[in-house]
């Protein structure tokens, strides 16, 4: 059975740090590329940032470099989302993808909340 755990989520004052954690089980999390994606009330899902699955140079949105690293510890099966100088425009569901050519699997996702 495959799973994507997002944890991490919360309310966050802005300029505050969160950092997120997918928990991937019932495949083998090394062959995948992993990222984080979010979607805002009323917008469409975007890529927030990437890492392909021998953690090489990442990729990220331009709203979130030099804010935001993604990074993966195979030998735990987890990808993670350090983000830092958060914005109250990160507000969003934040949610957490692995692909391997066609197949691609989905987490539930987590809030993550940007306000004083």
């Known amino acids: 059975q495959v799973q994507l755990v997002e944890s991490g989520g919360g309310l966050v004052q802005p300029g505050g740090s969160l950092r997120l954690s997918c928990a991937a089980s019932?495949?083998?999390?090394?062959?995948?590329?992993m990222s984080w994606y979010r979607q805002a009330p009323g917008k469409e899902r975007e890529l927030v940032a990437a890492?392909?699955?021998?953690?090489?140079?990442?990729n990220y949105a331009d709203s979130v470099k030099g804010r935001f690293t993604i990074s993966r510890d195979n030998a735990k099966n987890t990808v993670y989302l350090q983000m830092n100088s958060l914005k109250p425009e990160d507000t969003a569901v934040y949610y957490c993808?692995?692909?391997?050519?066609?197949?691609?699997?989905w987490g539930q996702g987590t809030q993550v909340t940007v306000s004083s």
């Open positions: 019932g495949f083998t999390f090394s062959r995948f590329a």
């Open positions: 890492i392909t699955n021998a953690a090489g140079r990442p």
């Open positions: 993808n692995a692909r391997t050519g066609i197949i691609y699997y």
